[in-house]
């Protein structure tokens, strides 16, 4: 059997991924090994296969590098002291972040408490659509302290992230404002939002009296956003390339604000499961790509228009 996996081979455009094979690994005690049917593609996979942010500074010496952080699939193998799971189980989890990746392979050992259930109400696709977007999305939502009746404006509501936000953001009870361009207006307005077109006009002139702005954005169209909030408003800008700057002129207007790197957390990704498993979350897939075409995966994010998320079928 072998174990067939996306490897960046040099930083650089997308035509630096290419497919590498090696043999399935064998699990120790506490792991697990997973056949992984999906994959998910991040944007900080595109940045780091363009040799941008840290996960590429620390990985500069390591290449070949298999990126990804997203998995589902099922165990077929189980190491000797491993008890949580079962041959056969559906499982997901959000892996290996941020330095060692690995999600974009075909076989995978992962320790046991790394990974959560999928139920069977979940399909695998949505299990591997969650773990990264729906934890950031979940962490954002929490650092701002949404609360019922806050007016929630979240700037890129359609993409892997903000439609998960969204719909967090909508649970809680929050009055929901959200950016995005023609094309998703009506999607976004079905999630339950009021959906704003930013080609038609910016953030600032449409949107007003704002508690809590989730920056999906950054630059100069989150400083934009911050005319649309009220004294005392509370900011979580998501990026990390410009959080520094909307931070400090976020501070200076008087607001809350904070930058987060989403970290990796269990009992979240179960509860965001139960979430999809129940109707109060739904999970968008833009589109799945077969392993081989893992380029053009990357050339979709690169896009910036996304709907959803982009998965890799990690068996076509
Ligand atoms: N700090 C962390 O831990 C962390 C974790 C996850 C993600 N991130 C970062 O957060 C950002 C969002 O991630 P993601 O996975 O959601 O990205 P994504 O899926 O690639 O986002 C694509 C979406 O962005 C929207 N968009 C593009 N330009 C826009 C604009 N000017 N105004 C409003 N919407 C716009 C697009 O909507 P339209 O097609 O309608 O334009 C599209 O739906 C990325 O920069 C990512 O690197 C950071």
Redesign the pocket.
């Known amino acids: 059997m072998e174990n067939k996996q996306i490897v960046i081979t040099e930083f650089g455009s997308a035509e630096t991924l290419a497919v590498a094979t090696s043999p399935v690994p064998v699990p120790k005690a506490d792991e697990v090994l997973i056949k992984v049917a999906f994959s998910g593609v ?3 996979d595109v ?1 780091t296969r363009a040799g941008l942010g840290w996960a590429a500074a620390q990985n500069k010496d390591n290449l070949p590098w298999v990126p990804g952080y997203d998995i589902s699939g099922k165990v077929v193998a189980c190491g000797a002291a491993s008890t949580r799971f079962s041959i056969n189980d559906n499982v997901a989890g959000f892996i290996g972040f941020p330095l060692q990746g690995g999600g974009y392979s075909q076989y995978i050992c992962v320790a046991e408490t790394d990974l959560c259930a999928v139920p069977d109400a979940i399909t695998l696709e949505a299990a591997a659509a969650l773990p ?2 729906g934890q ?1 999305a979940a962490q954002a939502i929490n650092n701002a302290e949404v609360k019922e009746g806050d007016r929630v404006l979240i ?8 439609h998960l936000a969204v719909q967090i953001a909508v649970a809680a009870k929050a009055e929901v404002y959200t ?3 023609e ?2 207006l009506d999607y976004l307005a079905n999630l339950g939002a009021h959906a704003v077109n ?1 080609q038609f006009a910016p953030a600032s002139e449409r949107v007003s009296d704002v508690d809590v702005l989730i920056d ?3 630059g100069d ?1 989150a400083l934009d956003a911050l005319k649309c909030l009220k004294d005392g408003a509370r900011v979580v800008t ?3 390339l410009s959080a520094e700057l909307i931070c400090e002129k976020a501070k200076l207007l008087g607001f809350t604000a904070n ?4 970290k990796p957390d269990i009992e979240q990704l179960d509860a965001l499961m139960y979430m999809v498993s129940v109707g109060l979350l739904k999970t968008e897939i833009h589109k799945i790509y077969p392993l081989e075409q893992a380029q053009d995966a990357h050339l979709q ?1 690169e896009t ?4 959803g ?1 982009v998965l890799l079928g990690m068996q076509c």
Request: proline share 5%; aromatic share 2%; net charge positive.
């Open positions: 991040n944007p900080i940045k990264l977007a950031t700037l890129a509501g359609a993409g892997g992230v903000g950016t995005c361009s094309a998703n930013y999906l954005v950054g169209i998501v990026p990390t930058g987060m790197l989403v994010i910036g228009h996304t709907r998320k």
